[in-house]
């Protein structure tokens, strides 16, 4: 388990490139056969992906979170980004299809990822415990977004949220721009509140997407590519444009669970 230590928006205009990719960015989420998580200080979140390939995958748990299982003293979303895959939470099974979400709350002991999945996961301290849930690709809350003359027409389906799948903390989703979309979102926005972590996918091999981060005032920007995360720390705006339309699962943790609760950057005010 990598470790990522808390920044603040002075450290900003001192990074150059390299150290803006080594800070806010996991370029290899998915790696073949194994769990690759990272730990960061940014509310405490833990993210990453778990592949299984031909052999089982059990979550165990980390010595950087002191637990005897891994949720022990946490809550896990699930979002299979590959083929299909079975994750077995304590003896029961789940089937994910590319696009479905799986809630797995503090207690359980034995979680194991097998099949052609490519398993993304979150996950957050939590101070109770709610019932494991599976939600298919279109039963979540669904929301259209966005024009396309703005390219930023969206389909946002809401999985984990105040009104869906219940959670201590956890509020998670999947975004899919429409052909002939690039923005994720925009004008962008900050949650003050809360720490919002980006995985994008479904980027086709050719293409990129350039990440904005920083404060309005003093932005900065990552190019990105397919399957790799960004960590957005509660004080940076996050917005987003593709050389070609993709996918991305967001997921985000702290003060409250109010999707709406953001604070927007006017374009105007951007330097």
């Known amino acids: 388990m990598e470790q990522r230590y808390a920044t603040n928006p002075d450290q900003i205009p001192l990074m150059d490139t390299a150290e803006l990719r080594e800070t806010f960015l996991i370029d290899e989420v998915f790696v073949p056969g194994e769990i690759r998580l990272t730990y960061t200080h940014h509310d405490r979140i833990v993210l990453g992906g778990a592949v299984p390939g031909g052999a089982p995958l059990a ?6 979170i002191r637990s005897e299982h891994f949720l022990e003293h946490r809550e896990l979303g699930v979002v299979n980004v590959g083929g299909t895959g079975t994750v077995t939470a304590d003896g029961e099974s789940y089937e994910l ?7 797995l709350g503090r207690g359980i002991r034995d979680v194991v990822f097998e099949g052609d999945g490519q398993f993304y996961l979150f996950s957050a301290p939590a101070h109770t415990t709610f019932p494991t849930r599976l939600v298919n690709p279109d039963e979540g809350t669904v929301r259209e977004l966005g024009e396309q003359a703005t390219s930023n027409r969206r389909t946002l389906r ?3 949220h105040e009104n869906g799948v219940r959670s201590c903390q956890i ?11 690039m923005w994720n979102t925009m004008p962008a926005h900050t949650h003050d509140r809360r720490t919002e972590c980006y995985l994008y996918f479904d980027v086709p091999e050719e293409a990129r997407v350039v990440h904005l981060l920083g404060e309005r005032t003093e932005t900065r920007h990552l190019i990105v590519g397919d399957r790799q995360a960004v960590i957005s720390p509660s004080w940076s705006l996050h917005s987003g444009v593709g050389t070609a339309a993709y996918s991305f699962v967001w997921a985000m943790a702290g003060e409250n669970q109010a999707f709406d609760d953001m604070d927007p950057a006017a374009i105007t005010d951007l330097h």
């Open 158 to 160: 809401q999985f984990i």
């Open 59 to 64: 979550l165990t748990g980390y010595p950087e």
């Open 97 to 103: 299809v590319k696009g479905a979400c799986l809630y």
């Open 171 to 181: 509020v998670m989703g999947v975004t899919t721009l429409h052909e002939g979309s």
